[in-house]
């Protein structure tokens, strides 16, 4: 009988996890890098909800969830292109929004011609704003590149202890 409801349990089980996986597959493509690694971040979250909720899988468990749940917000950030785009945010604090300016050129075809901010006192002001925001776009990218490197190097080292 044990047997039996052993068996229950356990189907229950995997179809819980199934629908919980559903849940994150259904929107995404195979061929899609970002829904790969949506995918792969979801895991490790479920595993680090996993490693803190049982105590049997032993005394660095908690350690091991801690890891899970960095990587997977590193993954976050690195697969939304947080460090790259976040000169924006505080270009936009310090100067408010910036509206694209184009120029047109007949056609339905235009030319950027540059970026005008809220907040800019005059041209040379606005000019200012537009070298400091190519600056730290350049930073910011190279952030990115630093960033997503340290991800793939922290799964390296650690994916193969998540679950011993």
Do not use: P
Request: contains cysteine.
């Amino acid at each position: 009988m044990k047997k039996i409801w052993f068996e229950i349990k356990w189907f229950f089980r995997q179809l819980n996890r199934s629908l919980a996986y559903f849940k994150h597959s259904w929107g995404g493509y195979d061929w899609d890098y970002s829904y790969s690694i949506k995918m792969f971040q979801y895991s490790l979250e479920r595993l680090a909800d996993k490693l803190d909720s049982n105590s049997a899988y032993g005394t660095d468990a908690k350690s091991r969830a801690s890891r899970c749940r960095m990587i997977a917000k590193l993954m976050e950030r690195v697969n939304g292109d947080y460090y790259a785009m976040k000169y924006a945010e505080v270009l936009e604090n310090m100067y408010g929004k910036c509206e694209m300016v184009t120029k047109d050129l007949g056609d339905g075809r235009y030319e950027l011609v540059g970026w005008k901010w809220e907040k800019a006192v005059n041209d040379k002001h606005n000019d200012a704003i537009n070298d400091l925001s190519r600056e730290l776009m350049i930073w910011g990218e190279e952030k990115q590149k630093r960033a997503e490197i340290l991800l793939w190097k922290l799964v390296a080292h650690n994916i193969k202890y998540f679950w011993d």
